[in-house]
């Protein structure tokens, strides 16, 4: 990445007022930072202000270090609720996939992974079942395999292991890509706004298992897929990004499984870049994404 490539990537959310667009803007322009993107949005039912400012890194005369030192103080300034977080955007993002037997999310994220069109660096793949080891290894990524019992003193043991080797890589991203089975709670709140899921329907509709039987039973006209939070509520976390694909009366259950499939990956692939690239903000059960 060159010196005009790297960026220093702002995010902030705080209850609204005016100047907030100002305090942030001439705090960077004080300094000679060079905006090169920058989102605002005020949501008026909870009066919370969000943004997402993108700033040259070579053109502020401090590391992100003393940036971050100094913007804490613009912020606290602005409100003691203020949320906010600075990324390097030459500091690679670590990301770990679980799997089960399920293969189309993992192979498209392998395929841009390797292909360099998602820009992280994958470091594992964990599995509960092996089947998924050899095409993760023919890629040059770990696998892991994780075998988990129905017995809860094993199952929870198995979630015990599962968090050894994922936090071992520190990751930015825990990717439930197809993973069929339930984080517990007390690892929900441990991975809060890293743990990212993708759902085979377009939520709330037919959360919990074999949605598509359940879309086919009512006789939907869309499917859809939501790659979200994973929280302790199921299929319930702040969404990131959704799709949805139509069908008809001709196709039964298989042909939506096939054809959910196609919208599972391209969800999937754009919820996880937006989370990477720090375009995701989370307030309360919503998020705004820029």
């Not at 009066?47 to 606290?76: C, H, K, M, N, Y």
């Not at 017995?151 to 929870?156: F, M, Q, W």
Request: one cysteine or more; a negative charge.
């Amino acid at each position: 990445m060159s010196s005009s490539e790297r960026r220093f990537v702002i995010t902030l959310g705080c209850p609204d007022r005016t100047g907030i667009v100002a305090a942030v803007s001439g705090f960077l322009a004080e300094h000679g930072g060079w905006i090169v993107e920058a989102g605002h949005h005020t949501d008026t039912t909870t009066g919370w202000f969000f943004t997402r400012q993108e700033v040259r890194a070579d053109s502020l005369p401090f590391g992100i270090e003393e940036l971050r030192e100094r913007f804490g103080a613009v912020a606290g300034e602005l409100s003691d609720r203020a949320e906010w977080r600075i990324w390097d955007t030459s500091e690679r993002r670590r990301v770990v996939v679980l799997v089960s037997k399920e293969a189309h999310c993992l192979h498209d994220l392998l395929g841009r992974v390797g292909s360099g069109e998602l820009d992280v660096e994958l470091c594992a793949v964990i599995g509960n079942h092996p089947e998924l080891g050899p095409i993760t290894e023919a890629h040059g990524i770990p696998f892991h395999h994780v075998p988990f019992s129905k017995d809860p003193e094993g199952k929870a043991a198995a979630f015990e292991q599962v968090r050894e080797l994922a936090e071992q890589h520190d990751p930015d991203a825990i990717v439930l890509a197809r993973f069929m089975q339930v984080l517990p709670p007390e690892l929900c709140e441990r991975w809060a706004g890293k743990a990212i899921n993708i759902h085979h329907s377009f939520l709330p509709s037919f959360a919990g298992a074999r949605p598509y039987h359940q879309a086919y039973e009512r006789g939907v006209k869309l499917i859809g897929a939501t790659c979200h939070y994973v929280t302790a509520e199921l299929d319930a976390g702040p969404i990131i990004e959704q799709g949805v694909i139509r069908i008809d009366h001709t196709d039964d259950v298989a042909d939506m499984v096939r054809k959910g499939r196609d919208i599972e990956k391209m969800v999937l692939a754009r919820g996880l870049r937006s989370h990477v690239e720090d375009r995701v903000l989370v307030h309360g059960k919503r998020t705004v994404v820029f």
